[in-house]
């Protein structure tokens, strides 16, 4: 199977309504994606790596949400830039919506259900909220710095890789009250203590980040872009480890103005 055939084959599935062959053949892709036959170059190895380790249905919503990309009709071309993220955006959501209603992974009214399992939350960020689950924090995720969800899943794949000691696993997705799209993830539960802007720089450059705006803690590689690196989202664990809570991480690409040398391509290839 070449390229063209397996986005043909996921863009079948999908206009079919998620039939039960279709689901087993989002499984099969999934399995192939894990194990490494199938090879997403969007990802680097490890990277593809990072978005196993955030479960199936990660893989799955990252493969649906690709399948959406480059799809503009001649309408959409006309549209702002903006308008036309909004509308690919919309089109990545519903297909991620249909699937996991399928497959019953789908919430409504997200932050009423968290709430009634795990109470109110602990945290509230500018896109996340945060609840209580004992060893683990539930948390759910919207797209106020993306738009489009196959970013967004980028992240959580992104951050797999490079910080898995809080390794994101995604449990299913939802909307809220006012109609907004939501990635409800479980993240390992870290006790420790804040570290200042200047142990986390030291840590970021032995990763070999370079530091690029200290005001809004932004780091990057030629490969990689990570913002909002401050001492609220890193903790110093009990056992010494640095431990990376929350971040914007990105592929970088020219576009960031950081440095990036990346393009956000959706090839696969099969090995």
């Given amino acids: 199977m070449n390229n063209a055939d397996f986005w043909a084959s996921v863009r079948t599935v999908i206009a079919e309504g998620f039939t039960p062959e279709g689901l ?3 499984d099969s892709y999934a399995e192939q994606f894990i194990s490494g ?14 978005c196993a380790a955030g479960g199936t249905t990660n893989v799955i919503a990252s493969l649906l949400a690709g399948a959406e990309v480059g799809t503009d009709t001649d309408v959409a071309q006309a549209l ?10 919309a089109k990545q959501e519903t297909a991620i919506e249909r699937w996991a209603k399928a497959t019953g992974c789908w919430t409504e009214h997200v932050e009423d259900s968290l709430n009634s399992f795990f109470g109110e939350e602990i945290a509230e960020g500018g896109e996340a909220k945060v609840y209580d689950h004992g060893s683990t924090l539930v948390k759910s995720i919207g797209l106020d710095y993306f738009i489009l969800p196959i970013l967004a ?8 890789t490079y910080f898995p000691e809080t390794l ?28 200042s802007d200047e142990d986390i720089a030291i840590y970021m450059q032995r990763m070999g980040f370079e530091l690029k705006n200290p005001r809004n803690w932004t780091f990057a590689t030629p490969d990689i872009y990570l913002s909002d690196m ?37 090839e696969v290839r099969f090995l």
């Fill in 24 to 26: 087993l053949k989002l």
């Fill in 37 to 50: 036959r199938l090879v997403y170059q969007r990802f680097s190895p490890r990277e593809q790596h990072g």
């Fill in 80 to 89: 702002s830039e903006f308008e036309r993220e909004r509308q690919q955006g």
């Fill in 153 to 160: 899943l980028d992240r959580i794949s992104l951050h797999n």
């Fill in 168 to 195: 994101l696993t995604v449990l299913g997705f939802g909307r809220d009250r006012k109609g907004e799209f939501k990635i409800i993830c479980e993240q390992p539960f870290v006790g420790g203590s804040h570290v």
């Fill in 230 to 266: 401050h001492d609220e989202n890193v903790i110093l664990s009990e056992t010494g480890a640095f431990c990376v809570v929350d971040c914007d991480i990105r592929i970088n690409t020219p576009e960031l103005r950081q440095g990036g040398r990346r393009t956000l391509t959706t």
